[in-house]
């Protein structure tokens, strides 16, 4: 067994997401086993420790481990997570599972396409009403590259003090180029409008500005998302700058059964009447309809039933509606 001492290192690196020091510990460890006669745990964690290295020059990380905390000033403006989701979760059209499934297989193939000149596609705009997977989309990429997402707060990376914001996001920049993962700017019409707007702030026009440049020099292997909701009112000037721009609808009707199938699948649920569920759902977001099925569910748990009555989802898709209107 690893010391209490080796433990407390070891704890102490994940903390401060030293990589370095959590494979030296590691192989510490590996050799204090084989020492006492575990061959097989010191195998296992060679093997294991061997991995992680190989993981390391792939991604061109620096010797990072996968364990990313943002730092310093990042502590504020970025937000790690571990996503576990993937594409085969979400309810998409058959052209954005195209192009997110494009994206994965050129960002998994970016070494081949380097060697002939070429670059992967890293840098998306996902553009669409709130609640129809944008985010979710982000997270799903992260899960199925085994990435860390960060999630950019733009209510600390703004800031009232001239500089400090394109400072703020140059550090966002540099954190993309340290540790590999996929970035997401959400809301980013709040910093990507057009520069020629009557209600710009100069301050905002520099930011743009800013992104615009270190988007356009970014040669990281990390992934670089943007989610607007507003897709009418961003600059011209950014939309060259992606890779590629993928647009998010409403749930059309075959959508609106699929979403309602794999919301409600723990429960039991007795034959629905589709056309009905269909209209009902009709102009709902794909986070309306599972609200209102999430809705529905709590209802007959909270009622003691056994099955979900129709009546039960259709009343909560109703309420959506008229919330809709309002």
Known sequence: MATAAQLKSLLRSYSEADGERFLAVG??????????????????????????KRKQYAARIGGSVPIARPQGELLTVLSVAYPK??????????????????????????????????????????????GCGKSMTSQALAGELKLPHFAVQLHALITKFMGETAAKLHAVFEAMKATRGVYLFDEFDAIGGE??????????????????????QDDSDSLIIAATNNVGILDDALF??????????????SAIRK???????P?????????????????????????????AAKDAVLADRSTIDEQMLYRALQVKQQRLKQ
């Not at 100069?202 to 270190?214: A, C």
């Not at 979403?259 to 699948?265: F, G, P």
């Not at 629905?272 to 999430?294: F, K, M, R, T, V």
Request: glycine letters at 4%; one cysteine or more.
């Open 259 to 265: 979403l309602v199938s794999n919301r409600l699948a």
């Open 267 to 295: 429960f039991s649920v007795p034959e629905l009447n589709w056309p009905q569920i269909e209209s009902y759902g009709d102009g709902l977001s794909h986070a309306e309809i599972c609200q209102a099925c999430d809705d």
């Open 195 to 216: 520069r020629t707007s009557k209600n710009d702030v100069g301050e905002i026009r520099r930011v743009l500005n800013s992104f615009l440049q270190f988007l356009e």
């Open 85 to 130: 989701t993937r594409l085969s979760e979400m309810v998409l059209g058959d052209l954005q599972v195209a192009s997110l499934r494009r994206v994965l297989h050129e960002y998994r193939q970016q070494a081949k396409l380097r060697d002939h000149g070429l670059s992967a596609r890293r840098k998306l705009l996902l553009a669409g009403r709130p």
């Open 27 to 52: 192989t510490q460890i590996a050799a204090h086993a084989a020492r006492s006669g575990k061959t097989k745990l010191a195998s296992e964690l060679k093997e294991l420790l061997d991995e992680i």
């Open 240 to 253: 060259r700058r992606f890779d590629d721009v993928i647009t998010y609808e409403r749930p059309d009707s």
